[in-house]
């Protein structure tokens, strides 16, 4: 099972006071692909940072948005076997 949180910042133009939230966001393994294509569309759409992880594997994907505005996507090389 996938679960995301988002980073909630109380001053988000400075990034002070920031912690990381769950979301109820859950999904089966078999939807990384379609997780990971949403959350890249709404942290370009939002700036607000997400990261992805599995039940047994922990975290998964880093997704953020950089100073030049562009997408930044950390992969922590533990991502779920799909068969």
Not at 25 to 30: A, G, R, S, T, W
Not at 67 to 80: A, E, I, R, S
Request: charged share 30%.
């Amino acid at each position: 099972m996938l679960r995301v949180e988002k980073l909630i910042c109380k001053d988000p133009k400075f990034f002070k006071g920031c912690k990381w939230r769950r979301t109820t966001l859950k999904y089966p393994d078999e939807n990384l692909a379609l997780l990971e294509s949403r959350l890249e569309k709404m942290v370009l759409k939002t700036g607000v940072a997400c990261r992805i992880f599995h039940s047994q594997k922990g975290l998964l994907l880093t997704i953020k948005k950089g100073h030049d505005k562009k997408l930044f996507v950390q992969d922590y090389g533990n991502l779920p076997l799909t068969s």
